[in-house]
């Protein structure tokens, strides 16, 4: 079975940046890959996806800062943050699945990593 586990996340000030690592477990060279974030009293949301063959998608808050990319050989799934606001804190979750619908759409994916937490200070 498909099995996710993030890494990276951190405590960066304002400005910074940070990289977010997702490896996979299992086979998921044809999936769909993508990350959602949760802030504090917040529901969980879309941040970024990219499909198998290397098409991304981004919410408008990250375009320009925010970059997803995948290396289908190693099974690993990455999330460079740069120019990071206190508004980015949150903890984000790695996300896999076969998409059915729109990759923004949460219920969209089958297998979920349990999350790393990113804290922007200002």
């Known amino acids: 079975q498909v099995q996710l586990l993030e890494s990276g996340g951190g405590l960066v000030q304002a400005g910074g940046s940070l990289r977010l690592s997702c490896a996979a477990s299992?086979?998921?060279?044809?999936?769909?890959k993508s990350w959602f974030r949760q802030p504090p009293g917040a529901e969980r949301e879309f941040v970024a996806a990219s499909s198998w063959s290397g098409d991304t998608y981004y919410t408008d808050s990250v375009k320009g800062r925010f970059t997803i990319s995948r290396d289908n050989a190693k099974n690993m799934v990455y999330l460079q943050m740069n120019s990071l606001k206190p508004e980015d804190t949150a903890v984000y979750y790695c996300?896999?699945?076969?998409?059915?619908?729109?990759?923004?759409?949460?219920?969209?994916?089958?297998?979920w990593g349990q999350g790393t937490q990113v804290t922007v200070s200002s």
């Open positions: 299992g086979r998921t060279f044809s999936y769909f």
């Open positions: 996300a896999a699945g076969l998409l059915r619908g729109r990759a923004y759409v949460a219920s969209e994916y089958d297998y």
